[in-house]
């Protein structure tokens, strides 16, 4: 049938398949949830993962006098070549040195990260083909490949060996169709960082299955003390990796939308043809921003290190106390992140039977104790909520204690507390407390 149903006598215009099969997973499982605050608490936004919200954590003065010189440079207005201006990307390569030999020709400008990300699964895999990703993992594969028509498919990270990836869950899902693995490392959501060992095992199955890699290295250099950011791309001998990254997280500057793929392919596998379909897909925007683009060399080269330092200090810091925080809270086990801004939380739902899943503990929370953390399903990991580490230290000591009254209030009993922590207030006086012991009884 056609779209256009000019025999009926009404007008009516129907979105494409493309849009109407395009989802944000994060905002539909968000605006699904309908709970206000309790007005007598202030609302904490745990959720949100983007490091500006608070306005605690700011670009340094030499980003912003960079892009103040942008502006007064007349040529910053005009359009650039699509995969951006030769000198940013030169600046791009020399920046990402530590991913292997970077030339500036390897480097593609694109309008932030999940452009990035978008470009290479667009570029790499036809509808019916399928990329695997991460489970937990950022949700933005899902968005992008879906309304494409390519499918996703789901390796399972373990929460019990610090969130590496299950590789014979990762080699079992590879087929004649698998277009791309996907490696997010550092993680969003776990804030796990991989090492060398075990990002050579996961090139290991990559070569032998003659699969190319997406590396999602957003969180590059977001490491904290004690662990080491390995790029993947510096230890591939022969597999492909294109590396996904940008200004966004490192430089807290989500809005400017600059990101880049950077093509490292030693063996010439993706050739000419890879090459030639980024080129031509960067063109559909007639390429990124040139006003950041034209700052971007001074920003990639003054930044001084103290900043980044301060950044990933601040951020461990707030780690180590909402994790002493929430070990304490009954029914919760918190993972240490070892990098990026998150920390994953696993509820142990069994501890807390009147709620039927994660979700309806977040909305109670929120009745309750006014703090949002996102729920596991938004990263497709019951059972599991994300809180965002970057908020200001006095608003995440007030949110893990308002957690943990709020877990004290509605876990099953004491018994059940016995053995998790000898300094856990024991609840098993309170009435709602035997409440619950009854209706499980
Ligand atoms: C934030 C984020 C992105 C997207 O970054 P933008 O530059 O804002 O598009 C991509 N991947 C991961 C894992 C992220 O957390």
């Known amino acids: 049938m056609s779209r256009r149903s000019r025999g009926s006598n009404v007008w009516q215009v129907r979105a494409s398949a493309l849009a109407r099969n395009t989802h944000n997973l994060i905002r539909s499982i968000v605006d699904d949830l309908k709970v206000e605050p309790n007005p007598e608490k202030p609302f904490i936004a745990l959720s949100v993962g983007d490091p500006t919200t608070f306005g605690n954590l700011n670009p340094p003065e030499q980003v912003l006098q960079s892009i103040r010189e942008s502006i007064d440079w007349n040529k910053s207005r005009?359009?650039?070549p699509?995969?951006?201006?030769?000198d940013a990307r030169q600046a791009v390569a020399e920046y990402s040195a530590h991913q292997g030999n970077v030339a500036a020709e390897d480097v593609i400008l694109c309008s932030g990260c999940s452009h990035a990300i978008e470009m290479v699964i667009a570029v790499l895999a036809d509808s019916g083909q399928n990329i695997l990703v991460p489970r937990p993992g950022f949700m933005i594969y899902k968005t992008l490949a879906e309304g494409l028509g390519i499918n996703l498919k789901y390796y399972n990270l373990l929460p019990d060996q610090q969130w590496k990836a299950d590789l014979d869950d990762l080699e079992s899902k590879i087929d004649d169709d698998t277009a791309l693995i996907v490696v997010i490392n550092p993680s969003n959501p776990c804030g796990s960082v991989y090492n060398k060992e075990h990002l050579l095992e996961i090139l290991d199955i990559a070569s032998k299955n003659r699969v190319p890699i997406l590396a999602d290295e957003i969180y590059e250099h977001f490491v904290f003390s004690?662990?080491?950011?390995?790029?993947?791309?510096?230890?591939?001998?022969?597999?492909?990796?294109?590396?996904?990254?940008?200004?966004?997280?490192?430089?807290l500057v989500p809005g400017w939308r600059m990101g880049w793929v950077i093509i490292h392919d030693r063996n010439d596998i993706l050739?000419?043809?890879?090459?030639?379909?980024?080129?031509?897909?960067?063109?559909?925007?007639?390429?990124?921003n040139t006003l950041i683009q034209r700052a971007l060399p001074s920003i990639l080269r003054n930044t001084p290190q103290s900043f980044f330092d301060e950044v990933v200090l601040f951020i461990e810091s707030q780690a180590k106390l909402a994790y002493s925080e929430l070990r304490r809270a009954p029914g919760l086990r918190p993972i240490m992140p070892q990098g990026a801004m998150y920390m994953m939380v696993e509820i142990?739902?069994?501890?807390?039977?009147?709620f039927k899943n994660e979700l309806q503990f977040v909305e109670r929370m929120v009745s309750e104790q006014s703090v949002f953390c996102l729920p596991g399903q938004c990263f497709d990991c019951p059972n599991f909520v994300r809180i965002v580490l970057t908020v200001p230290e006095e608003i995440l000591l007030e949110a893990c204690r308002r957690i943990t009254v709020f877990c004290k209030d509605h876990i099953i009993s004491g018994e059940k507390l016995k053995g998790i922590d000898a300094n856990v207030v024991t609840v098993a006086n309170e009435p709602k407390v035997i409440c619950g012991l009854s209706r499980v009884a």
């Open 226 to 251: 004690g662990n080491e950011f390995v790029a993947i791309s510096s230890l591939s001998k022969d597999v492909p990796v294109l590396t996904c990254s940008g200004l966004t997280k490192r430089f």
């Open 78 to 80: 005009s359009y650039g």
């Open 82 to 86: 699509a995969v951006g201006h030769l």
């Open 271 to 288: 050739g000419k043809d890879v090459r030639k379909g980024l080129i031509n897909f960067a063109s559909r925007i007639l390429g990124p």
């Open 348 to 354: 142990k739902m069994s501890q807390f039977p009147k």
